[in-house]
């Protein structure tokens, strides 16, 4: 008998029909994988599954027993564990009252926290976690942060637990202690949904695989392995895709960026590095190595100590964002949650949010009918799924938050220098193929692009150049014919440990 | 299609609960409906419905002002003073709204690039420029004379006095600014997501010090608008006003959190709180039980939000 059973589960929201007539089972000692491009409707799934909304139709069976969850604190004490995409913890409080809470171990009724710390501290050993039980959230980075609710998850005993897409945030190593939690856990006879784009881990870990398009299921692969690639994608997109990454042989214009020891605080150490017109520059390196600061120093978003930047020839002001937009260099954040979209604005505003204005009056009155075309273009080009251009950005599917977040820099007039940090996270593979499509065309245009990803196959496919970073410095550049899987890696991992 | 009139509903429900409030009383409330009722209920609310502009910016930034009832005083005072030291109307106003706006700018300066939190910062500038009033006018009222003045409190056109014009022409202005300029766009913007906004290039703290300094400037002009009809600077002017302010814009559906307001929303606010106080009076029930019922109406506002907001999460 399957341990988990989606009958005909439907789920509306106003004006998208987010899951339509779902079914599927799922069974103990198995990793059961869910693929499907962003609005498919896995989140949702996954959302039903914990708690946290309730179906419109059909309904939910664990152990062939039928579930009606009420809240999360529901789907918890049935045994369900969900670690969602967007991570849900208390920033100022411990590891250990992170992994605990609400149900802290009390002494004489106070909280007992080296009681806490020590079940804590057990559990991380357990699973091969390295963190401290007392650090605050706060101080960690966001995989360890992506780590402790994994741990929580585990610390409930849960015998169905979901990942939604767990590794965005992992370095090489941090996903392998990832890996084997999930062996370990499907050794012990739990079921494990894993949602995730990245088909390598999906054929890594998966026994079997079900896939989504439009709220629908469209197949149900009871053995992984046998499934090709191909066929997955043309599953989950509809259509063929021979090559995601698309390259085009583009001819090298002359530098544009240069970029001279640049330093601060957080980057000790001078760097230095070119651009070229029409170029697309790979930044790759594990997480903490320091490129997202070095684009945020670029960009003039954190405080520099030394160092210039000059766009053709002449010197970009520090002064701030603002500065740097005017001299036409953009940067799409790694975070878009906290430093990308306006929760409650609507999808045309986060669009047009920063688009400086032109004409009559130009800067200070707002051009209605001009923001709403090119949103409307926007939303077109990148194919984003939204109802309409009013909707509240905040009820849209963390893919395509994304590519509205993308479509506010893509449209934005004057554009030199495009940077983008971690461009698909969380996206599927069909809308990757029109980022890396946008990527080339704005290339093309003359425009430098540098690209900042975890993601070597996406890196490796999209760049011309390739520049690899390691504790705060570029520790090597390779061009696109020396790039390779282990070239790069050789670069980015640290000397201790051998390749 | 069949949505579509439920989520219009939804998202005009405080009009219309007005709407009929003001039916309900109007059927029921002798002299309620009347000429010279209607426009004495405007009146009465014409200050916090000017200030209630700028604080409408000021919460959609994320902010928070408790300062406006001392420098309503603060800007009465100082105009009577000069208005009777230099005898010229021009110089009485524009003192008054000079110092408006460079308490205004202070307290911008202090949140925004000393990065005091905001309720703390105004609450100290409250205290100081309260104090402020006190010492320049020696702790007593000062009495206005000057005609031309006094005038502008009584004068009418078309019926309606020249402070509701005031404040309608507030309104007007502030609601082309929140949803017709970029100044407008960019205080949502760093009320929803402040990163995010100077990462896309908004001039944060900048823009945080024009807002705090445009409320100095309204509320100074509130002010002096006041002193002119009670005919004197009174430094005690306004106590608790502020609250009245900010009770009108969570009314009006303004978000504590930021990043959401809307100009009829406010107008709105206003005018429930103007209506509550009228109906009271006209019904003489105790000044007391005034304060209970502005306290039940506002949590009810607020709970009535919280149920509309919470029922689009659930669903």
């Not at chain 1, 945030?169 to 079921?191: D, K």
């Not at chain 1, 893919?399 to 940090?421: F, M, S, T, Y």
């Not at chain 2, 000044?287 to 907001?309: C, E, N, P």
């Amino acid at each position: 008998m399957p341990s988990l059973q989606f009958e005909n589960v439907t789920k509306e929201f106003p004006g998208v029909k987010a899951l339509n007539g779902v079914s599927f089972e799922a069974h103990a000692g198995q990793v059961h994988g869910l693929l499907g491009e962003n609005g498919a409707g896995k989140s949702t799934l996954l959302k039903i599954l914990g708690g946290q909304y309730r179906p419109d139709g059909g309904r939910l069976l664990l152990e062939g027993q039928a579930c009606d969850f009420h809240s999360a604190g529901d789907a918890i004490a049935a045994g369900i564990a969900v670690i969602h995409q967007e991570l849900q913890y208390v920033p100022e409080l411990t590891v250990a009252e992170n992994v605990l809470l609400g149900r802290l171990p009390t002494r004489f009724g106070f909280v007992d926290h080296a009681a806490a710390r020590r079940l804590v501290a057990e559990k991380l050993a357990a699973i091969g976690v390295d963190l401290d039980p007392a650090a605050r959230l706060s101080e960690l980075s966001i995989a360890q942060r992506q780590m402790v609710e994994i741990c929580k998850a585990v610390m409930q005993d849960a015998r169905v637990i979901a990942f939604d897409e767990p590794t965005s945030s992992l370095s090489h190593r941090e996903s392998e202690i990832l890996f084997r939690l999930v062996h370990a856990l499907r050794a012990e006879g739990r079921t494990l949904i894993y949602i995730s784009h990245r088909l390598e881990e999906l054929y890594a870990l998966c026994d079997a695989c079900t896939i989504f398009r439009d709220g629908r299921k469209v197949a149900t692969h009871p053995v992984m392995a046998d499934v090709p690639r191909e066929r997955l994608i043309s599953d989950m997109v509809g259509r063929e895709l021979q090559d995601i990454y698309d390259y085009r042989e583009r001819p090298a214009g002359t530098e544009r960026l240069q970029v001279r020891g640049l330093r601060s605080h957080g980057l000790p150490h001078e760097l230095s590095f070119g651009v070229r017109g029409g170029e697309v520059l790979g930044f790759f390196g594990l997480v903490g190595a320091g490129r997202s600061e070095l684009m945020r120093l670029l960009y003039g978003a954190d405080h520099r100590t030394g160092g210039q930047v000059l766009l053709d020839g002449k010197p970009v002001s520090a002064s701030g964002p603002a500065a740097a937009i005017a001299a036409g260099i953009v940067l799409c954040p790694e975070d878009r949650k906290e430093q990308g979209i306006l929760a409650q604005s609507s999808v045309a505003e986060n669009i047009n949010i920063s688009c400086r204005r032109h004409g009559l009056l130009g800067g200070v009155f707002l051009r209605h009918a001009r923001e709403a075309a090119l949103a409307d273009e926007f939303i077109k080009r990148l194919r984003i799924k939204t109802p309409s251009r009013e909707q509240e950005i905040r009820l849209l599917s963390g893919g395509n938050q994304q590519k509205v977040i993308l479509a506010r820099w893509l449209a934005e007039p004057g554009l030199k220098v495009l940077i983008l940090d971690e461009p698909t996270r969380g996206i599927d593979v069909g809308a990757k193929n029109e980022i890396y499509r946008l990527i080339h065309e704005v290339a093309a245009s003359g425009c430098c692009v540098i690209v900042v990803s975890s993601e070597l196959p996406e890196v490796l496919g999209i760049a011309d150049r390739l520049i690899v970073m390691r504790d705060g410095r570029i520790s090597g550049e390779l061009s696109r014919a020396q790039a390779s899987e282990t070239e790069a890696l050789r670069l980015a991992l640290p000397d201790e440990v051998t390749a | 299609m069949k949505t579509l009139p439920r989520a219009w509903l939804k998202e005009h429900s405080m009009t219309l609960g007005y709407g009929l409030l003001f039916i309900v009383l109007s059927l029921s409330v002798e002299n309620f409906f009347s000429a010279a009722n209607v426009v004495g209920l405007m009146l009465s609310v014409a200050q916090i419905g000017m200030v209630a502009c700028t604080m409408m910016l000021c919460l959609a930034s994320r902010d928070f002002d408790l300062s406006v009832g001392s420098i309503i005083a603060f800007a009465g005072v100082l105009g009577a003073i000069v208005l009777e030291r230099t005898g010229s109307v021009g110089l009485a106003i524009g003192g008054g709204l000079l110092a408006g706006a460079l308490i205004g700018a202070g307290n911008g300066v202090l949140i925004a690039y000393l990065r005091v939190n905001a309720l703390i910062a105004t609450l100290a500038t409250m205290l100081m420029v309260r104090g402020l009033a006190f010492i320049v006018s020696n702790g007593q009222a000062v009495g206005i004379a000057d005609e031309t003045f006094i005038s502008f409190g009584d004068t009418l056109v078309l019926g309606l006095p020249l402070p509701v014009w005031m404040t309608a022409l507030c309104f007007l202005v502030f609601g082309v600014l929140l949803n017709h300029t970029v100044f407008g766009r960019n205080t949502l913007a760093i009320g929803g997501n402040p990163e995010a906004a100077r990462l896309a290039g908004v001039r944060v703290e900048a823009l945080r010090v024009w807002i705090f300094l445009l409320q100095g400037l309204v509320t100074a002009a509130a002010g002096l608008i006041l002193s002119s009809r009670i005919t004197s600077g009174q430094p005690n002017a306004a106590t608790g006003f502020e609250l009245d302010v900010i009770s009108a814009c969570v009314l009006g559906g303004v978000s504590l959190q930021g990043g959401k307001a809307r100009i009829f929303g406010v107008v709105i606010g206003v005018l429930i709180m103007g209506t509550v106080e009228n109906v009271m009076n006209l019904l003489n029930v105790d000044a007391f039980y005034q304060y209970l019922m502005r306290g039940i109406i506002l949590l009810a506002a607020v709970l009535l939000d919280q149920l509309k907001t919470r029922g689009e999460r659930r669903a």
